[in-house]
């Protein structure tokens, strides 16, 4: 059974960082890329970035880019997303996902397994 468990999130002020992490379980975590979504209230659930298998090659979403930074671990079965200077509208609900071979990171289709999410909000 596949399994993904998101922590890390939190209430931070604006500049912060936080870091979240990805624990997976259920499959050989080192054969699938990994992807970061967010969903804020009232919005669509977007891209955030993502990660080859490997962890060599990765893909990030130009909002975030200069700010955010995916890594895995694959001893660890862990994907991470380390955040820095937070702003308030990086709020939103954070989910990572697994994602299906052969398919585009970018689209949330890709991704066939996601875990609960962690909730981060960015104060003024």
């Known amino acids: 059974q596949v399994q993904l468990v998101e922590s890390g999130g939190g209430l931070v002020q604006a500049g912060a960082s936080l870091r979240l992490s990805c624990v997976a379980s259920g499959f050989t975590f080192n054969t699938y890329g990994m992807g970061w979504f967010r969903q804020a209230p009232g919005k669509e659930r977007e891209f955030v970035t993502a990660?080859?298998?490997?962890?060599?090659?990765?893909t990030i979403a130009d909002s975030v880019k200069g700010r955010f930074t995916i890594s895995r671990d694959n001893n660890k079965n862990t994907v991470y997303l380390q955040m820095n200077s937070l702003k308030p509208e990086d709020t939103a609900v954070y989910y990572c996902?697994?994602?299906?071979?052969?398919?585009?990171?970018?689209?949330?289709?890709?991704?066939?397994?996601w875990g609960q999410g962690t909730q981060v909000t960015v104060s003024s």
């Open positions: 990660v080859s298998w490997s962890g060599v090659s990765t």
């Open positions: 996902a697994r994602k299906r071979s052969g398919n585009s990171y970018i689209d949330l289709r890709s991704y066939d397994n």
